[in-house]
Structure formats: structure tokens, C-alpha cells
């Protein structure tokens, strides 16, 4: 049976706006888009007052910070993760479970239909990675968590207390098991994972280096943070004589297969390199504002190729986690580094989405409304007081007040509707979240 959803404003994200228009879904792919009615039989939901997009994908997260939000409120990066470090040490499968919960709910009811999870405290005997994917199949959502890993100790110079790293043995060990029960390749796939060193305060070079040669070996992606504070662009330059890019370089860290979160504090030279490369960023405005880190150079970065997809980042250092919101944010942010013409509504829309697919590797099955792509789309009610009377459908979700979407799709399956999260009850999420968060 298609579905047909007509008689709304449709942004495909690949070049056309249809003021009135359909988008027709048939199993879990997209079978047609265009303007004014469907000429084709089917189940039609008329979707008047409405903005149709493709799904939101969020690029980079840390969802068992969902359970530490409000804490270090005036604190650095690094002072806010030495508070909180010890904290996270005490993480276990129910409070990973609890917060995955709400981190994955609160992104679902913001039209996001594909996130990211670095997910790198991994206390002793807890199978945390097996926890969130698990949340993740019962909510519906598409994704994609990043097996992370720390190595290098406070004990070493490093960063994290020496409670909550591993060895290395331990680390390829997990690499493996994780690739080997959970990653899946194939086509329309709903869960997929990536390898992801937490940072370069966090690990040594050798973990660094090995990771890359094992995922390439493997195929699949690389994920860390990157040149996110001065502070650690010091870190760098004191403990391996270069730049955080640099650093990554020389390690093989640049590449279409990588994407990385922040990069606040590049170079020129680094912005080109990361074009010519085509390696991703995940732009995370309101956590960078949250912790002053700084505004990442995103119009550079994507006018030398380089994709740039938004991510909400950990709920410790964005305590909203939607991701509808931050693409006012972004907007704001690059407009605020570079004049009001730095970055327009549509293009905010394209990080949100097309973007965020390339980062993730998914350009030739998400990030769009074209035909033969996954049916994962959101529908936004633009005819309320907060946003009737803007002129532009794209413009008001954008600019106007934070968007909460009337309707979310994912593979095909409806997981909002009226503005509702079908597949969870949010009150008794809350609840657990609040028991875990006080505990």
C-alpha cells in the first residue's frame, strides 16, 4: 500500500521547494515527490499548514550525559570534564539505559531520525553499547553508535581518571565484538558502528593509529573529537609538537571515512585540507556556547568540500539535546562570525540533513526527499501562532520558535504523530530519568 502525504510545503533538500506539494511512501523507500496532488491511487493524508523534510541527523552525541545534566554550569571543557569524569565512573546499565531513553526520545520528538552516540566510559563489566542500541531498536530510531575508548590515564598525563580506561587488548577486543554482533552493512540498515577514540587528551598515538588501520580493514567509519578548546590545541602542542590536526594527520586521521566532532580552531590550511580530504564535522553550536568554546568555521568548511553535519553533542553541555533547535543555532552562530549573509535558512536546513548523511556515509540513502531514497521524513505544523505569517516554509522552521514536529517517519514506520512519541511513554521515561539522575 502507498501512503500518499499531499496539500503540504515540501523542501526536498536537492533543489526544489514545493509550496504545495506530496511525497509518497511505499514499504520503507520514497516512490515519488513533486508538486501539487499525486496523480497515482493510494492512502492519502492531507497535510494542510504543514512543512514536509527529510529527517534530522544528528552527527554526534554522548547520551548517558542525559543522567548529569546542570552540572560545572561555569566551567571550561577541561574543568568541566575533571568534575565530572569521577561522576561518569560510576555509569552503569541502568542508568546508561534511563538516559539513552530520554536522549533518544527528546531527538525523535525533535524530527531527528538518525543519531550518533559516542559512547566511550565503559566501567568495568558493563556491556553499556549492547544497553543503548537496545533503547534504540525499541524506540525506532536509525542508529549509528561509535564503539569510543580511552587508553591514556591522568596517570600518563592524560585527562580521565585511571578508573575509567582500558587497555588496548580490552579496546580491539570490544572493536571486534561490537562489529561483529551489532554493524550492519547492508542496505536500509538500521544500525551501523563506527570506532571512535574519545580525544586526543584521552588516548595515546598508538591507540590512535591502530584504530584507524583496524577500522579501514573492517570498512567503517572513524569518529573523535577534534580541536574543540584552546586548551587543547596547548595539550597538543606540549605532549606531541603539533597542531590537533596535525596530530591527526600524521596519524592517518583525515579522510572520507572520518568525521569529527567541533573543529572550533582551525587553520586556513586546515580547512583546506579537510576539503581536499572530504573528512566530516559534526558542528555542535549550542554545546560549543555552553562551554565558550568558540564558533567553528562552518561556511569555510563546506565551500572547500568538506561536509558539515549538526550534532547536538552530550546532554552535560547541551542540556536540551534536540536537534530541531540547532539549526537556528547554527544559523545564528555562523552569522555571528561572518554577517548576515554568512549562511541562509535552506543551507542550515541541508547540515541538518544531507550533510549529516555524508558524514555518516548514508548520502545515497538519506538526507534528501528524492525517489529510491529511505523513508525516514518529518512533517512540521508551520500554521500556529509561532510560525503563520512567515513567508518562507523553510524560513520558519529555521528562524522561527523551536520546531516541534507533528509527524516523524523512520524506515517507513511512524514513530510521532500529533505531536505524540508512539513509540515510548515519555512520562515513565522522565521518571526512571529522574531516579537515576538523583541516585
Known amino acids: 500500500m502507498k501512503?500518499?502525504?499531499?496539500?503540504?510545503?515540501?523542501?526536498?533538500?536537492?533543489?526544489?521547494?514545493?509550496?504545495?506539494?506530496?511525497?509518497?511512501?511505499?514499504?520503507n523507500r520514497i516512490v515519488a515527490v513533486g508538486p501539487g496532488r499525486y496523480d497515482g491511487e493510494?492512502?492519502?493524508?492531507?497535510?494542510?499548514?504543514?512543512?514536509?523534510?527529510?529527517?534530522?541527523?544528528?552527527?554526534?552525541?554522548?547520551?548517558?550525559?542525559?543522567?548529569?545534566?546542570?552540572?560545572?554550569?561555569?566551567?571550561?571543557?577541561?574543568?568541566?570534564?575533571?568534575?565530572?569524569?569521577?561522576?561518569?565512573?560510576?555509569?552503569?546499565?541502568?542508568?546508561?539505559?534511563?538516559?539513552?531513553?530520554?536522549?533518544?526520545?527528546?531527538?525523535?520528538?525533535?524530527?531527528?531520525?538518525?543519531?550518533?552516540?559516542?559512547?566511550?566510559?565503559?566501567?568495568?563489566?558493563?556491556?553499556l553499547l549492547r544497553v543503548e542500541i537496545e533503547v534504540a531498536r525499541e524506540l525506532g530510531i536509525r542508529f549509528h553508535p561509535c564503539r569510543g575508548s580511552m587508553d591514556l590515564?591522568?596517570?600518563?598525563?592524560?585527562?580521565?581518571?585511571?578508573?575509567?580506561?582500558?587497555?588496548?587488548?580490552?579496546?580491539?577486543?570490544a572493536y571486534t565484538a561490537a562489529l561483529d554482533e551489532f554493524h550492519d552493512p547492508s542496505p536500509g540498515a538500521m544500525c551501523r558502528i563506527a570506532l571512535a577514540p574519545c580525544s586526543p587528551f584521552s588516548v595515546t598515538r598508538e591507540l590512535m593509529r591502530e584504530t584507524a588501520v583496524f577500522a579501514r580493514e573492517r570498512g567503517v567509519r572513524l569518529h573523535t573529537h577534534m580541536a574543540e578548546t584552546v586548551e587543547e590545541e596547548a595539550f597538543c602542542l606540549e605532549r606531541f609538537g603539533m597542531r590537533p590536526v596535525e596530530y591527526l594527520e600524521d596519524l592517518g586521521w583525515l579522510g572520507d571515512d572520518v568525521w569529527?566532532?567541533?573543529?572550533?580552531?582551525?587553520?586556513?590550511?586546515?580547512?583546506?585540507?579537510?576539503?581536499?580530504?572530504?573528512?566530516?564535522?559534526?558542528?555542535?553550536?549550542?554545546?560549543?556556547?555552553?562551554?565558550?568554546?568558540?564558533?567553528?568555521?562552518?561556511?569555510?568548511?563546506?565551500?572547500?568540500?568538506?561536509?558539515?553535519?549538526?550534532?547536538?553533542?552530550?546532554?552535560?553541555?547541551n542540556e536540551a539535546g534536540e536537534l530541531g533547535g540547532e539549526l537556528r543555532q547554527a544559523l545564528l552562530?555562523?552569522?555571528?562570525?561572518?554577517?548576515?549573509?554568512?549562511?541562509?535558512?535552506?543551507?542550515?536546513?541541508?547540515?541538518?540533513?544531507?550533510?549529516?548523511?555524508?558524514?555518516?556515509?548514508?548520502?545515497?540513502?538519506?538526507?534528501?526527499?528524492?525517489?529510491?531514497?529511505?523513508?525516514?521524513?518529518?512533517?512540521?505544523?508551520?500554521?500556529?501562532?509561532?510560525?503563520?505569517?512567515?513567508?518562507d516554509p523553510v524560513a520558519a522552521l529555521v528562524l522561527g520558535p523551536r520546531p516541534m514536529p507533528e509527524g516523524v517517519m523512520v524506515d517507513g514506520e511512524f514513530v510521532v504523530g500529533n505531536s505524540e512519541l508512539w513509540s515510548g511513554d515519555v512520562e515513565e521515561i522522565a521518571r526512571e530519568l529522574a531516579e537515576v539522575a538523583l541516585r
Not at 153 to 162: A, I, R, T
Not at 277 to 295: E, F, Y
Open 3 to 27: 501512503l500518499i502525504l499531499e496539500g503540504a510545503a515540501v523542501a526536498t533538500v536537492a533543489g526544489d521547494v514545493y509550496r504545495d506539494g506530496h511525497v509518497v511512501v511505499e514499504d
Open 42 to 127: 493510494g492512502e492519502r493524508t492531507v497535510l494542510r499548514g504543514c512543512l514536509i523534510t527529510p529527517g534530522l541527523i544528528n552527527c554526534h552525541h554522548h547520551l548517558y550525559q542525559w543522567a548529569t545534566r546542570g552540572l560545572a554550569q561555569q566551567a571550561t571543557l577541561f574543568e568541566w570534564l575533571v568534575e565530572l569524569y569521577p561522576v561518569w565512573a560510576r555509569i552503569d546499565e541502568r542508568v546508561l539505559r534511563a538516559a539513552a531513553r530520554a536522549g533518544l526520545a527528546a531527538l525523535l520528538r525533535s524530527g531527528c531520525t538518525t543519531a550518533s552516540d559516542h559512547h566511550y566510559v565503559f566501567p568495568a563489566g558493563q556491556d
Open 153 to 173: 590515564g591522568v596517570s600518563q598525563g592524560g585527562l580521565p581518571p585511571d578508573s575509567v580506561v582500558e587497555d588496548r587488548d580490552a579496546i580491539f577486543a
Open 260 to 317: 569529527l566532532a567541533h573543529c572550533v580552531h582551525l587553520s586556513d590550511r586546515e580547512i583546506a585540507r579537510f576539503g581536499e580530504t572530504r573528512t566530516g564535522v559534526a558542528h555542535c553550536p549550542s554545546s560549543n556556547a555552553r562551554l565558550g568554546a568558540g564558533i567553528a568555521p562552518v561556511m569555510p568548511l563546506v565551500r572547500a568540500g568538506a561536509p558539515v553535519g549538526l550534532g547536538v553533542d552530550g546532554a552535560a553541555s
Open 333 to 391: 552562530a555562523a552569522r555571528l562570525r561572518g554577517g548576515p549573509a554568512a549562511m541562509t535558512c535552506a543551507q542550515a536546513l541541508e547540515l541538518a540533513t544531507l550533510h549529516g548523511a555524508r558524514c555518516l556515509g548514508r548520502e545515497d540513502e538519506l538526507g534528501t526527499l528524492e525517489v529510491g531514497k529511505l523513508a525516514d521524513l518529518v512533517w512540521w505544523r508551520l500554521d500556529g501562532i509561532d510560525h503563520a505569517g512567515i513567508d
